[in-house]
C-alpha cells in the first residue's frame, strides 16, 4: 500500500480525494490544505510556486510515495519545479479542455478557472494544442473559492456571482463548461440552476486518479488488497473545519476509513 500526498489550496481538492478513495480505497492519504493561504488564485506566480513547493515537500519528508497537486492553479505554476526536486511521482491536474473539445457538438466551450490558472504558460500552451474550430471562452471564477471555503458552495451569494461569472459563456453559447479549479465541482448544483441540464460539465477527477494509479501501479504491485486505508486532514487553518467540510461535501464513506485531522504547524 501507498502513503499518497493531496495537496490544494484550501477544499477543492477534496473532490479528487473523493474520487481518489472510491477508486482506490485500500491506500493511505494525507490530505493537505493551505486554507490559511486561500485563495491561490489572484496571488502571484512566484509566491504560489514557492509555497506549493514547501508543501509539496512537507509530504515527501512524511513519508509520502506520490504527491497529488490537486489545485490547477498550483500545477500551472509549480509542477515543473516540483518533478524536478522530488523523487517521487507527482501528478497534477489541468483544466480538461482537451476533453471539452473532443466533446463539444457546436464547437463552443467556456472554462471557469482562476486568474492564475488562465494567465499561466502551461494552460496556454495547452489552448494552442486545440483544434481550430473550436472556440474556447475563458472566464476567471474570482470571489468564488472564498465562498466554497466559507461552506456557501449552496448560498444565494455564490449562485448570485456564478451567475454573473456565467453569462459570457451563456451568451457565447457553449454547450460545454469545463471546472477548471478543483474547488468548482462543489458548485455543480449551482452551475445546473443556472445552465440547465444540456449543458456537459467535464471535470478530470476521474483521469487524475487513473494517472495516479498508472503511476503506483509501477512502484508497488499490491493494489489488489481490499482494505481501506489512514486519511490525516492537515490544515494551515483549522483542522476540525476542514474534516467537518470534508464530511460535508465529500461523497465517500469516511467513517469506513481511518480519519484523523491535525493543524499544520510552521514549516517554511
Ligand atoms: N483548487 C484550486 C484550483 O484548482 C483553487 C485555487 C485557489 O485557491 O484560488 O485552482
Redesign the pocket.
Known sequence: MALIGVF???V??LSILDEALRQLPQHDYIYLADSAN?????KSSDWIAGRSMVLCKYLASNGCDAIVI?????TAQAIKQIRAELEIPIIG?EPGIKPAAMQTKNGIVGVL??E??LKSDKFNALLATLPENCHVIKQSGAGL?PLIEAGKADSAEALDLLGQHLAPILDAGADTLVL????YPFLRKAIRKLLGDSITLVDTSEAVVKQLQRQIENRDQDLQSQGRGTVIFISSKNESLLLGMAKDLMFSDLQSHFISSKRLGEIA
Open positions: 490544494d489550496s484550501g477543492g481538492g486561500a485563495p491561490y488564485g489572484e490537486a489545485c490547477n492553479t498550483a491536474v478557472a482562476t492564475a490558472t473559492v477548471g479549479c478543483t474547488h
